[in-house]
């Protein structure tokens, strides 16, 4: 069964910072990119940002300059550093493997996800 553990969540002012975790099995992380995803309240899910295994990232626009994903290759977790939060990245979010080609998840089981509120 595919697993996806995400935590680090909370609440935090505008401009305030958190780092994310994303906790799965050895043989997903090492097989696969990874990639955080987010979803609003009454909003579609969006691609975050991605990093391949070689360590080659790629970010939204939203979040360039903010965001940093990284990945720990000896305890199969990725991380997301979030700095100068703002009200629009409250969200859930989410990390799973991901098609580079395309930014789709690879696999349609997901985590729980971890809540994200920015708020003054």
């Known amino acids: 069964q595919v697993q996806f553990v995400e935590s680090g969540g909370g609440l935090v002012q505008p401009g305030g910072s958190l780092r994310l975790s994303c906790a799965t099995s050895r043989s997903i992380f090492t097989m696969y990119a990874m990639a955080w995803y987010r979803q609003a309240p009454g909003k579609q899910r969006e691609l975050v940002a991605s990093?391949?295994?070689?360590?080659?990232?790629n970010y939204a626009d939203f979040v360039k300059g903010r965001f940093t994903i990284s990945r720990d290759n000896a305890k199969n977790t990725v991380l997301l550093q979030m700095d100068d939060l703002k009200p629009e990245d409250t969200a859930v979010y989410f990390c799973?493997?991901?098609?580079?080609?395309?930014?789709?998840?690879?696999?349609?089981?997901w985590g729980q996800g971890t809540q994200v509120t920015v708020s003054s």
């Open positions: 799973n493997g991901v098609a580079l080609r395309s930014g789709l998840p690879v696999f349609s089981s």
């Open positions: 990093i391949r295994s070689g360590g080659v990232t």
